[in-house]
């Protein structure tokens, strides 16, 4: 196989992978395996905030790589459901921040837990040795996809 063919065929499994990733069927799924009544962009917005603590809404939409709009509506959707709340920058009363709630947290915890078992339902025939090596080769694929991206 070529290198042309072989670039075609990783791209095909990212668009594959894309096309899933955001498929309302995977949401409903997680969503029924989970309890937690969140999709897949707001549960990714809310492990943003988790990570950052509290912050800015123009931070978030920086490191969830998220349209401002598309942001607002998520936000909006995580603050009617009480998993974040915004508080008052310290440094700055103007602003406000986005912090987790406690059923914010509770309800990542949970996303996490299904997810992982569905993985591992799904990839249970792999063995120990293809699970790293998959592991190992979609972390460098990500950080050379990104890389001429950060760059730029």
Do not use: K
């Amino acid at each position: 196989m070529t290198d042309v063919e072989s670039r075609r065929r990783i791209n095909e499994a990212i668009t594959s992978i894309r096309r899933l990733m955001s498929s309302r069927r995977l949401d409903a799924l997680h969503m029924e395996r989970s309890g937690v009544p969140l999709g897949l962009v707001a549960i990714g917005v809310l492990h943003r905030i988790i990570d950052g603590g509290r912050i800015r809404p123009t931070e978030l939409a920086e490191r969830a790589d998220i349209q401002p709009a598309a942001l607002s509506r998520q936000i909006r959707i995580l603050e009617e459901g009480g998993y974040t709340v915004r508080v008052t920058d310290p440094d700055d009363g103007r602003v406000s921040l986005l912090e987790a709630t406690e059923r914010g947290h509770e309800a990542y915890r949970l996303f996490v837990a299904a997810n992982d078992e569905l993985l591992a339902r799904q990839l249970a025939d792999w063995t120990a040795a293809d699970l790293n090596d998959l592991a190992d080769r979609m972390q460098r694929l990500v950080a050379d996809l990104r890389d001429p991206i950060d760059n730029d």
